[in-house]
């Protein structure tokens, strides 16, 4: 499957901009995914958001928004959304699942305990393991994620 940062458009490969819903929709048209009204308002949903939000979530602010979509559509979509790089599952500090919006490319999350701010970074720590792993255990490893739950700045002063 085509990666995102390989079927967008240059100006948004820029490692700090996130993808339109235009973008999305194209990347998704381009995978085979049909772009219905329902699916672009979840997307554009999903694309607001700047923290950390659960499937649940979006569920609850489309009922307002968009009453015609439905909760199987949120979740597919997210789903689809996840598998094409848009999209990053992450576990929160209290263990439950959640999803962001980022940049393209293999990411790993520094997550705030006490707010839920998130902070995504690129340079992957556990490769060397990876690669012993897979050494050791004979393993095809395909991926991983990490994320390291701390205290951010902000509420470190509060």
Known sequence: MMALATMLPAPTQDRN??????????LLS??????????????????????PFSAERMVTRLKAAAPDVGRATVYRTLEILASV????????ADGHPAYIVGTPGHRHHLVCSDCGSVVAFSRCPVDDLVRDLSRDTDFAIHGHTLEVFGTCPACQLA
């Open 17 to 26: 901009a996130l993808p339109t819903l235009e973008e999305v929709a194209l």
């Open 30 to 51: 381009a995978h085979g995914y049909r772009v219905t009204a329902p699916r672009r308002a979840v997307i554009a949903e999903i694309l607001g958001q700047s923290r």
């Open 85 to 92: 790089d848009v999209v990053t599952r992450l576990l929160q």
